[in-house]
């Protein structure tokens, strides 16, 4: 099946540190969508992004849809300790099958 | 509710004993998916009900594994003669069609096998 290989798997940082993460496929996705999910929580949809090239922000957030259409990342700007959490990009090709592929998350911690 | 709702939100079963897991989705969202989230591990697709087509089972790990959707909303996800490597937390999410693909999560059930 499809697979999502997103890195960093974890990564420690200062507050007010920027963070950027990534995912890549070996297929063409239609939809980039990032995840955030804090222990005993369903994952939180954080941005949603659907044309290649696109960039978008939500609030510190911004992620991108690569232009091959295999690739997405994340950043973080002037992180702080509630950005603490796993954050799992998440894809769908759209050949067919409409299944929502997940990376395996990339966790996060943050040092005040 | 305006969300996703899971119950129950916790679920202890024994061994070998049946259990059926319900969603009910954001009204008016037509697709709806399940997936599976072991600890510490990403989500692992289950099965994707999208209005009255037929579901996308192919990520169902075994035939003791089996869903439904009825009405188009409400879906319950079964597992017979349960194991111990069933245990894990059972997600759901919605999303309005198969082209706005935003999915929105329950908070799942917790499933322990004892």
């Known amino acids: 099946g499809q697979q999502l290989n997103q890195s960093p798997q974890s990564m420690f940082i200062q507050e007010g540190e920027d963070v950027s993460m990534n995912c890549t496929s070996s297929?063409?996705?239609?939809?980039w969508l990032w995840y955030k999910q804090d222990p005993g929580e369903g994952p939180v949809l954080l941005i949603a992004?659907?044309?290649?090239?696109e960039l978008t922000s939500n609030g510190r957030l911004t992620a991108q849809f690569g232009i091959t259409r295999k690739d997405s990342f994340l950043n973080i700007s002037a992180s702080i300790p509630s950005d603490v959490g796993i954050y799992f990009c998440?894809?769908?090709?759209?050949?067919?099958?409409?299944?929502?592929?997940f990376g395996k998350g990339t966790k996060l911690s943050v040092i005040p | 509710g305006a969300g996703v709702s899971q119950s129950p939100s916790n679920k202890v079963t024994e061994k070998g004993k049946d259990v059926e897991l319900r969603c009910d989705p954001i009204?008016?969202?037509?697709?709806l998916y399940w997936y599976r989230q072991s600890l510490g591990q990403g989500l692992e697709f289950l099965i994707y009900?999208?209005?009255?087509?037929?579901?996308?089972k192919s990520g169902l790990p075994s035939d003791r594994f089996s869903a439904e959707r009825t009405g188009g909303s409400v879906s319950t996800l079964t597992i017979q003669r349960t194991q111990q490597e069933d245990s894990a937390v059972y997600l759901c999410?919605?999303?309005?069609?198969?082209?706005?693909?935003?999915?929105?999560f329950g908070q799942g059930t917790r499933l322990t096998v004892v």
């Open positions: 999410a919605s999303s309005i069609d198969r082209v706005y693909t935003e999915a929105f």
């Open positions: 297929s063409i996705f239609n939809t």
């Open positions: 992004l659907y044309k290649a090239g």
């Open positions: 998440a894809g769908h090709s759209g050949a067919g099958s409409y299944q929502l592929t």
């Open positions: 009204s008016g969202h037509t697709a």
């Open positions: 009900f999208q209005g009255n087509s037929a579901p996308d």
